[in-house]
């Protein structure tokens, strides 16, 4: 199998190689392929799905050196250990952002999945955890759906729930107090569009990222809607977002129920909705697992270690 790949000009290109070409040299060795640099194309060759492991490798490492990223061996190493871990997902377009450089494609069968189910439905629930891409991926279809002008407006949000800590009260105006809360999307966000562009967007109401609160009373026509972190949801505040879906639009409802943080005996909003909504046509359920984290390998190691301590997890519908 043979795929080729597009590679930047300089000083992008330098940063990809690495010194002496040590990072085309590591991704050669752990997958036991051959790389050629002709023109503007890095060509992989080898077997089928090394071929698409270190193509994969390749396409994370091309984005971050266009974005002008430093790479370091570290990097280029864990990047391999992860992509030796899970399959890549089957070939396939990519996910069409605005950001030059920036290739997005799920990284593991589940990923694909996901991807595959959030086209296909108005409303997706995905949980699984840390390092699966849950919001990464939907925040990088939203864009696409903005870009194709399949909707006119990307809202996101999720509840402001403090993880363990008490913040007491934050200084500045609205925007600053929720900022802590919301930065994850927005860290999403920016790898997708240039900053200009999405305080462009941001300050045309074309891009609203809010706080789960201040959803209440609307109605949401031709939009892209996420709600992140939604383990952390009561059942009335996902009745309550769910219902503001509109005309022409598509909700992803995202969580980690291993990773809730409501009071003691509270039912976590997203548990709840999943167990009555599992059987409704259109709503599709994604459940991703610790062979999808593509984030440090380490990650993978402590999300293991947790549930050995943890013992058997109950369902995650919350069916008894």
Not at 104 to 133: D, M, N
Not at 149 to 174: I, W
Not at 212 to 220: K, P, S
């Amino acid at each position: 199998m043979q795929k080729q790949l597009p590679i930047p000009e300089h000083p992008a290109r330098l940063i990809l190689f690495g010194s002496q070409d040590r990072h085309l040299r590591m991704i050669r060795d752990a997958f036991a392929v051959d790389l050629a640099a002709r023109g503007d194309f890095l060509t992989v060759s080898g077997p089928d799905e090394n071929v698409e492991r270190a193509a994969a490798v390749l396409a994370e490492l091309i984005g971050r050196a266009s974005r002008g990223r430093g790479i370091q061996a570290v990097e280029v190493s864990d990047l391999i250990a992860a992509f030796q871990r899970n399959l890549v997902a089957p070939a396939g377009p990519e996910i069409a952002v605005f950001a030059r450089g920036v290739n997005v494609r799920p990284k593991t069968s589940g990923q694909a999945r996901y991807v595959e189910a959030i086209r296909a439905h108005e409303l997706t629930f995905c949980t699984g955890p840390a390092g699966t891409g849950k919001t990464y991926l939907a925040v990088a279809l939203a864009v696409e759906s903005l870009k194709a002008r399949q909707v006119k407006k990307l809202v996101l949000t999720r509840p402001a729930v403090e993880a363990g800590e008490k913040l007491g009260f934050l200084p500045g105006d609205l925007l600053a107090k929720v900022n802590p809360y919301l930065r994850p999307l927005l860290d999403a966000l920016h790898d997708m569009m240039e900053f200009e562009q999405v305080k462009l967007y941001m300050e045309n109401d074309i891009i609203e990222i809010i706080p789960l609160a201040f959803m209440r009373g609307r109605t949401l026509n031709d939009s892209f809607i996420i709600l992140d972190e939604a383990q952390n949801t009561t059942s009335s505040q996902m009745k309550m977002f769910l219902t503001r879906m509109g005309l022409r639009s598509k909700m992803v409802v995202t969580g980690d129920v291993t990773q809730t943080d409501l009071a003691d005996n509270a039912r976590s909003g997203l548990v709840d909705a999943r167990a009555k909504l599992g059987d409704i046509k259109g709503i599709a359920r994604v459940d991703l697992d610790r062979t999808d984290i593509v984030r440090h390998p380490l990650v993978q190691r402590i999300v293991d270690a947790y549930d050995r301590s943890a013992g058997p997890r109950p369902p995650v519908s919350g069916e008894s």
